[in-house]
């Protein structure tokens, strides 16, 4: 593999000038990553433009065409008909790609991690290809993993709040320029208390308008009533935990909110587990942040994620219910990434 060698890794990020892209780059220098050199790619229509990293400027360049080959590690963040096409040339020039998108999340052969969770899964990366999960089931993680740890997952309900930026740089764009639309904070205030309707621009990502509403219908609906969104809860949740068969069910949301997913989660346990017992074993969790009310502008540019919220579920035998947010461009793509990266790296040296 790519990182097989003691020398600082030579780095890629496709996908560079997007929003999870510009936050890779802050984060490997934010955190010292310790690298040799650094390569931007993105679309034909950036190529040419020029970034900061550190004390310098690097030009981007088209991904499309580029060559790959002197490069040790990629991170890829640009959706997942690109890692599709790109990811495996890349891992065939001998690069280890870390890959953001879920075009690789099911493979068998791809591990899929969440650094504070199963770094151990990155002791055999067949094809060269690592997966960063979905930024919503990544928030969930390094909560759930400690509290499956002790008392054994069973059953897992939870219905998501998620922000608009998780659609990317559209999402965002489309959620301003709703609220811009539905005009000052005094005039929709007098809309709401004469109940009258806030007439919105079309929504184009999603079913219905997400300013001042919610959208539960979260991109496709499959033939058995869940979206897509869903099912990688489900699945994603399965593979990281390695509970091939655990009963997930959930619902996933998008809220008005710029930045910052959030989950309302119902467990249930194999064995019992108070309220109490689960705040000391969250409190030692690495990535893990008690909150009195955990929510998403408290979680925005932070590395943890927040929980709260938790107290006994009578609904369910051995049942917990507590309230996780966490950044779902930090947390829960950049950095996720970047870790990953660091715990590669330390293997290699």
Same mark, same amino acid.
């Given at each position: 593999? =790519?990182? &097989? !060698?003691?020398?600082? %890794? #030579? $780095?890629?990020?496709? *996908? /560079? ?63 997942? =008909?690109? &890692? !599709?096409?790109?990811? %495996? #040339? $890349?891992?065939?020039? *001998? /690069? ?72 990317? $740089? ?77 009963? $997930? ?101």
């Amino acid at each position: 593999m =790519g990182l &097989s !060698r003691n020398e600082q %890794p #030579r $780095v890629g990020i496709v *996908g /560079a000038t997007g929003l999870v892209g510009t936050l890779m780059r802050t984060l490997l220098a934010e955190r010292d990553f310790p690298l040799a050199s650094l390569r931007l790619f993105a679309s034909a229509r950036s190529a040419g433009k020029r970034h900061a990293f550190r004390d310098e400027t690097i030009a981007v360049e088209d991904a499309t065409h580029a060559d790959f080959s002197d490069l040790d590690l990629v991170f890829f963040s640009a959706g997942g =008909g690109t &890692s !599709r096409d790109l990811a %495996p #040339r $890349v891992a065939a020039a *001998g /690069a280890v790609v870390i890959d953001n998108s879920s075009a690789w999340r099911g493979d068998p052969d791809v591990p899929l991690v969440v650094a504070e969770v199963n770094a151990h899964a990155l002791t055999a990366i067949p094809k060269n290809i690592v997966a960063n999960p979905n930024c919503t089931t990544m928030v969930a993680m390094p909560v759930l993993n400690p509290l499956h740890a002790a008392a054994g997952l069973k059953r897992l309900i939870a219905s998501t709040y998620q922000a608009a930026s998780g659609a990317g $740089v559209a999402g965002v764009a489309e959620l301003g320029g709703q609220i811009a639309a539905a005009g000052a904070a005094d005039e929709l205030s007098a809309l709401a208390h004469a109940g009258d309707a806030i007439v919105m621009p079309a929504a184009e990502k999603w079913a219905v308008p997400l300013a001042c509403n919610i959208v539960p219908m979260n991109y496709v609906v499959r033939d058995d009533g869940f979206t897509d969104e869903e099912l990688k809860l489900r699945d994603e949740t399965r593979k990281i935990l390695e509970i091939p068969h655990l009963p $997930v069910s959930g619902t996933c949301v998008r809220v008005p909110v710029f930045t910052g997913h959030s989950l309302s989660i119902n467990a249930e346990f194999e064995r019992p587990l108070s309220a109490a017992d689960a705040v000391g074993i969250l409190s030692e969790a690495p990535g893990v942040t008690i909150a009195d009310v955990p929510n998403p502008l408290e979680a925005t540019g932070q590395d943890d994620v927040y929980v709260g919220r938790i107290r006994q579920d009578a609904a369910l035998e051995n049942g917990l219910a507590f309230f996780v947010s966490g950044d779902n461009l930090r947390k829960g793509a950049a950095l996720n990434a970047v870790q990953i990266a660091e715990v590669l790296v330390g293997r290699a040296s």
